[in-house]
């Protein structure tokens, strides 16, 4: 399996709703990320979990709340946000070794959208 | 900090044309450099990584090259198909362990029948 699956697709929430973005791999890989990107823009880290535990926060608001349950599982839980969060999220994993982190794969994203 | 820059930003060609793609980075302690493709509105599909020690890698009509002294990679495409068109970013990886993956901005390749 060289996969990385996103749940769900496409998403439609209000302002006042709590959902989750679930992602999964089963290639071993003990880094894992979630992105957001907006149109026409690269993808701009958010979170990232190396051997389950949170490494990397870039400043993203409280509203959004990663939780890693294990070694393949990776959930992005989101509350109150604004319509301006609406994006593409991105989950990814890569290997850990010893001098870097390799070979990254890409889920196929989520559509948000916040109305 | 690496910044990582792809020119052009956006390439038209006819079909079965040859075409190069480039990305330059600062920093040339990089561990590894992926080429990715991404198709409006989708994720990113990996096409060719390259590690540091590496100087090419190939992979049917693709190819990559890096050389880190100059901070340069290249991402050569043969005989384009209408099928080849998407945005295609450039990303690199620190020697050293950090997990962040610095991209460009891509290029956004439209091949034309």
């Known amino acids: 399996d060289t996969e990385v699956t996103q749940t769900p697709k496409h998403l439609v929430m209000g302002m006042t709703n709590k959902k989750s973005l679930k992602c999964e791999q089963h290639m071993g890989h003990r880094a894992m990320y979630w992105y957001k990107q907006k149109a026409k823009k690269p993808p701009e880290l958010m979170f990232v979990?190396?051997?389950?535990?949170?490494?990397i926060n870039e400043s993203v608001p409280s509203r959004f709340s990663p939780e890693c349950p294990n070694s393949s599982l990776l959930n992005l839980h989101l509350h109150a946000l604004q319509p301006e969060d609406s994006a593409l999220y991105l989950c990814?994993?890569?290997?850990?070794?010893?001098?870097?982190?390799?070979?990254?794969?890409f889920g196929s994203g989520t559509r948000l959208t916040v109305v | 900090k690496q910044e990582v820059t792809q020119i052009p930003a956006a390439l038209s060609v006819p079909e079965g044309e040859n075409l190069v793609l480039n990305c330059s980075f600062t920093?040339?302690?990089?561990?590894?450099l992926q080429w990715f493709r991404q198709d409006p509105g989708k994720g990113l599909t990996s096409l060719l990584l390259i590690q540091s020690s590496q100087r090419e890698q190939t992979s049917g009509r693709l190819n990559a090259s890096l050389d880190k002294s100059s901070g340069r990679s290249t991402l050569y495409i043969a005989a384009s198909q209408p099928g080849d068109s998407a945005t295609y970013l450039c990303?690199?990886?620190?020697?050293?362990?950090?997990?962040?993956?610095?991209f460009g901005k891509g290029t956004k390749l439209t091949v034309n029948p």
């Open positions: 920093d040339s302690a990089i561990y590894n």
């Open positions: 990814a994993s890569s290997l850990r070794l010893d001098r870097g982190y390799y070979g990254y794969t």
């Open positions: 990303a690199v990886s620190r020697w050293g362990g950090s997990e962040k993956l610095v």
């Open positions: 979990y190396s051997y389950e535990k949170l490494s």
